[in-house]
């Protein structure tokens, strides 16, 4: 019988599968982890303790186990454990059959080109963005490329465009430990705006960051609908705000979201 090709993003469910002849705990607890996060971005020791059913010190070092390699990054200020930079890159090299960076790179460069803004390719990550590939803009003044940088997604365009696929009730499960944290004065900092600011996106088909990640820079951003149901990405373009021209919103917003619809179109291509 021949084994079917696989799919981006099915996984048979355990009962389906072999059990292994010679289970290793600490090993089946580590992938265990790893498999929650994918469901919940974010995990507390307490949670990590009694999904696996064991003591606190054991979950605290197969914590801090992860987060030695990046699988894992610590919130300052909640405690909790999101993805770290490492199991993304981890994702992203396994599934060479759709590599998103590859695909997008031609958009970010004709939209870098077309614009004069530095382009970005981000993925979500819980809470926060990773940016992963990146074109520069050729100004003089310009905005610098942030790819490998983790940021808060309520204060970037892009993620702020990724946080617009969530529902409101999913927005306020993700935010249920602590509100959005002001970076600067023009932060949203409150579960009730970052919801109001979510619904402008929505209705706009994009989103926009007016200074709230760092002064002087602007950003729009939007997602990217992915060949896995529910999965996006995020294109964005940043620039210092001296540098652009009144009607630059609506003109970038537009060209964006026909950016958008081209690679969604071209991922759509592939089969796996």
Same mark, same amino acid.
């Given at each position: 019988?021949?084994?079917?090709p696989?799919?981006?993003?099915?996984?048979?469910?355990?009962?389906?599968?072999?059990?292994?002849?010679?289970?290793?705990?600490?090993?089946?607890?580590?992938?265990?982890?790893?498999?929650?996060?994918?469901?919940?971005?974010?995990?507390?020791?307490?949670d990590?303790?009694a999904?696996?059913?064991?003591?606190?010190?054991?979950?605290?070092?197969?914590?801090?186990?992860?987060?030695?390699?990046?699988?894992?990054?610590?919130?300052p200020?909640?405690?909790?454990?999101?993805?770290?930079?490492?199991?993304?890159?981890?994702?992203?090299?396994?599934?060479r059959?759709?590599?998103?960076?590859?695909?997008?790179?031609?958009?970010?460069t004709?939209?870098?080109a077309a614009t004069?803004?530095?382009?970005?390719?981000?993925?979500?990550?819980g809470r926060?963005?990773?940016?992963?590939?990146?074109?520069?803009?050729?100004?003089?003044?310009?905005?610098?490329? #942030?790819? =490998?940088?983790? &940021?808060?997604?309520h204060? /970037?365009?892009?993620? %702020?465009?990724?946080? @617009?696929?969530?529902?409101?009730?999913?927005?306020?499960?993700?935010?249920?430990?602590?509100?959005?944290?002001?970076?600067?004065?023009?932060?949203?900092?409150?579960?009730?705006?970052?919801?109001?600011?979510?619904?402008t996106?929505?209705?706009?088909?994009?989103?926009?960051?007016?200074?709230?990640s760092?002064?002087g820079?602007?950003?729009?951003?939007?997602?990217?609908?992915?060949?896995?149901?529910?999965?996006?990405?995020?294109?964005?373009?940043?620039?210092?705000?001296a540098?652009?021209?009144?009607?630059?919103?609506? #003109?970038? =917003?537009?060209? &964006?979201?026909?950016?958008? /619809?081209?690679?969604? %179109?071209?991922?759509? @291509?592939?089969?796996?």
């Amino acid at each position: 019988m021949e084994t079917p090709p696989d799919r981006l993003g099915e996984m048979p469910p355990l009962s389906d599968r072999a059990t292994p002849a010679y289970p290793i705990a600490s090993v089946e607890n580590t992938l265990r982890i790893l498999l929650l996060l994918r469901e919940r971005n974010r995990l507390t020791l307490a949670d990590v303790a009694a999904e696996l059913d064991i003591a606190r010190s054991s979950a605290h070092r197969l914590m801090a186990m992860l987060s030695y390699y990046d699988f894992v990054r610590q919130d300052p200020a909640s405690r909790s454990f999101r993805p770290g930079a490492a199991l993304v890159d981890v994702g992203l090299s396994a599934v060479r059959a759709l590599d998103i960076r590859a695909l997008a790179r031609p958009v970010l460069t004709e939209l870098a080109a077309a614009t004069e803004m530095t382009a970005h390719l981000a993925l979500p990550r819980g809470r926060d963005v990773l940016y992963v590939d990146g074109v520069e803009s050729r100004r003089t003044i310009r905005a610098a490329l #942030r790819t =490998g940088d983790t &940021l808060p997604a309520h204060v /970037t365009g892009v993620g %702020k465009a990724l946080l @617009a696929t969530l529902t409101d009730d999913q927005l306020r499960q993700l935010y249920r430990d602590a509100p959005p944290q002001a970076v600067t004065d023009r932060s949203v900092s409150t579960v009730a705006g970052l919801l109001a600011e979510m619904r402008t996106a929505r209705a706009a088909g994009y989103a926009v960051n007016r200074g709230e990640s760092e002064p002087g820079v602007l950003s729009v951003g939007v997602a990217v609908a992915l060949p896995e149901p529910g999965m996006f990405a995020g294109i964005g373009l940043v620039c210092p705000e001296a540098s652009v021209a009144p009607d630059w919103e609506s #003109r970038i =917003g537009a060209r &964006l979201k026909s950016a958008a /619809t081209e690679l969604s %179109k071209d991922m759509g @291509a592939y089969r796996f």
